[in-house]
């Protein structure tokens, strides 16, 4: 299950970027055609955020579709798998979207005194 090293390499990168401030939520974005599974990464969150600044944190997942464009006649697809036949009949896609994985959002504790 690569999605345990990827969720501690997001856990990671989180909580260097909030500097030691307790994290309350964060957004992913992740592509239907990544191969990253949102509930495996749902799962092991949990697990890998126990004693840093993000645990009790709420996580939210974006699922992105895939979406393709032809090369042959510049149609825009939907694609349930990295790859596809346009109604065209041509199968040269570039995928446009659906293969992301990024932290979106990071919303911090604000103290005040």
């Known amino acids: 299950m690569h999605e345990l090293g ?4 997001i856990v990671a990168i989180v909580a260097e970027h909030a500097k030691g401030a307790k994290v309350q939520r964060v957004l992913l974005e992740i592509g239907k055609l990544s191969a990253i599974m949102p509930d495996a990464i749902r799962f092991c969150f949990d697990i890998c955020t126990q004693g840093t600044v993000l645990e009790g944190a709420t996580l939210e997942i974006l699922e992105i579709p895939g979406l393709g464009r032809c090369r042959q006649c510049s149609a825009e697809i ?3 798998k990295p ?4 109604n065209c009949g041509s199968g040269q896609l570039d995928l446009i979207t659906g293969e992301e994985l990024k ?3 990071i919303e911090i504790e604000e103290l005040c005194v």
């Open 6 to 9: 990827i969720t501690q390499n």
């Open 78 to 80: 939907y694609l349930d």
């Open 83 to 86: 790859f596809g036949i346009c």
């Open 103 to 105: 932290i979106k959002e």
